[in-house]
């Protein structure tokens, strides 16, 4: 699934393997053998509902693994990587051989799992990335709207700007590929070493904007994400109130700043001594959000 501005999109692609019998989730995990697979801790046959899995580095989406009115449905996800593929593929593989099923993809075919791979081969998924990539294209530049993906780790957000760069970073032909690897730069990247900015929403008296911001203070590495203004804290406003847009933060942060899409971004630590400079320069793009 991915959002814009409050409308889900679904562009994915399902198997089904229908089945009263249930293997053991450690046993098809097993099966698929790869040393990197991020999976849910479940003891037994595999339960009622819906479980993710993904490569550790790798994914760029989480495959879907559903059971429920006697049937397994393997959902691979919008821009999934080629490795997404492959776990995916495996899955229903496994499942449908040790089970003893029938694969039943949406094209409204049914096949034994050898067949599998004659049907849906490499070349298949690279049109669905592509065909992703160009309804993304759609909406970032005809639309100017920002496209949010449910990544296997956190969220990605790609818009106007960032497509441009990606569009700009080489041929036509490899922009799928490079959209690909943002997500993953943005799923793997360690922020271990960053403070989680609070996002906190603030509400004119009337009820009519709502306005979400997070607080930028000195001596901390922080990752900002999905808020409109950063407040400057300590500041030298009698009603110590320091608003400045997210936008201005490359400006002011400098070589500190750092986007990790279109909407996160990194900002190095400021020292102490540093800040009054900052707020100083701050100053030119201070903003009232509220009147």
Same mark, same amino acid.
């Given at each position: 699934?991915?959002? +814009?501005?409050?409308?889900?999109?679904?562009?994915?692609? =399902?198997? $089904?393997?229908?089945?009263?019998?249930?293997?053991? /989730?450690?046993?098809?995990?097993?099966?698929?053998?790869? #040393?990197?697979?991020?999976?849910?801790?479940?003891?037994?046959?595999?339960?009622? *509902?819906?479980?993710?899995? $993904?490569?550790?580095?790798? =994914?760029?989406?989480?495959?879907?693994?559903?059971?429920?009115?006697?049937?397994?449905? /393997?959902?691979? !996800?919008?821009?999934?990587?080629?490795?997404? $593929?492959?776990?995916? @593929?495996?899955?229903? +593989?496994? !499942?449908?051989?040790?089970?003893?099923?029938?694969?039943? #993809?949406?094209?409204?075919?049914?096949?034994?799992?050898?067949?599998?791979?004659?049907?849906?081969?490499?070349?298949?998924?690279?049109?669905?990335? %592509?065909?992703? =990539?160009? /309804?993304? &294209?759609? @909406?970032?530049?005809?639309? *100017?709207?920002?496209?949010?993906?449910?990544?296997?780790?956190?969220?990605?957000?790609? &818009?106007?700007?960032?497509?441009?760069?990606?569009?700009? *970073?080489?041929?036509?032909?490899?922009?799928?590929?490079?959209?690909?690897?943002?997500?993953?730069?943005?799923?793997?990247?360690?922020?271990? &070493?960053?403070?989680?900015?609070?996002?906190?929403?603030?509400?004119?008296?009337?009820?009519?904007?709502?306005?979400?911001?997070?607080?930028?203070? #000195?001596?901390?590495?922080?990752? @900002?994400? &999905?808020?409109?203004?950063?407040? !400057?804290?300590?500041?030298?406003?009698?009603?110590?109130?320091? !608003?400045?847009?997210?936008?201005?933060? #490359?400006?002011? %942060?400098? =070589?500190?700043?750092?986007?990790?899409?279109?909407?996160?971004?990194?900002?190095?630590?400021?020292?102490?001594?540093?800040?009054?400079?900052?707020?100083?320069?701050?100053?030119? $793009?201070?903003?009232?959000?509220? *009147?």
């Amino acid at each position: 699934m991915w959002r +814009e501005e409050g409308i889900n999109l679904y562009m994915s692609y =399902s198997f $089904y393997i229908r089945t009263d019998l249930r293997p053991a /989730v450690a046993d098809v995990l097993a099966r698929i053998d790869f #040393p990197n697979v991020v999976a849910p801790d479940v003891c037994g046959a595999w339960p009622d *509902g819906t479980l993710h899995i $993904y490569r550790a580095e790798i =994914s760029t989406r989480a495959t879907e693994i559903t059971y429920t009115d006697h049937a397994f449905q /393997v959902r691979i !996800l919008a821009l999934a990587s080629p490795e997404d $593929y492959e776990l995916a @593929f495996r899955v229903v +593989e496994h !499942l449908a051989v040790l089970t003893g099923s029938q694969v039943e #993809p949406e094209d409204d075919i049914t096949f034994p799992a050898e067949k599998l791979r004659d049907i849906y081969s490499a070349t298949w998924g690279n049109r669905m990335t %592509a065909s992703h =990539s160009k /309804v993304i &294209g759609h @909406f970032v530049k005809k639309e *100017g709207k920002t496209i949010t993906i449910v990544g296997p780790v956190r969220e990605f957000h790609i &818009g106007p700007r960032l497509f441009a760069e990606l569009e700009e *970073g080489g041929p036509a032909e490899g922009l799928p590929q490079r959209i690909l690897e943002a997500i993953r730069r943005t799923q793997y990247r360690d922020l271990s &070493g960053y403070a989680e900015a609070a996002i906190m929403e603030v509400t004119t008296s009337d009820k009519s904007k709502t306005t979400k911001l997070s607080v930028w203070e #000195p001596d901390r590495a922080t990752h @900002f994400s &999905g808020v409109e203004y950063i407040h !400057l804290v300590p500041n030298n406003m009698p009603d110590n109130i320091f !608003l400045v847009p997210l936008e201005a933060l #490359p400006q002011l %942060a400098g =070589s500190r700043f750092a986007y990790l899409d279109e909407r996160q971004c990194l900002v190095e630590a400021v020292a102490s001594d540093e800040w009054p400079a900052l707020l100083g320069e701050a100053e030119r $793009y201070k903003v009232l959000p509220f *009147g």
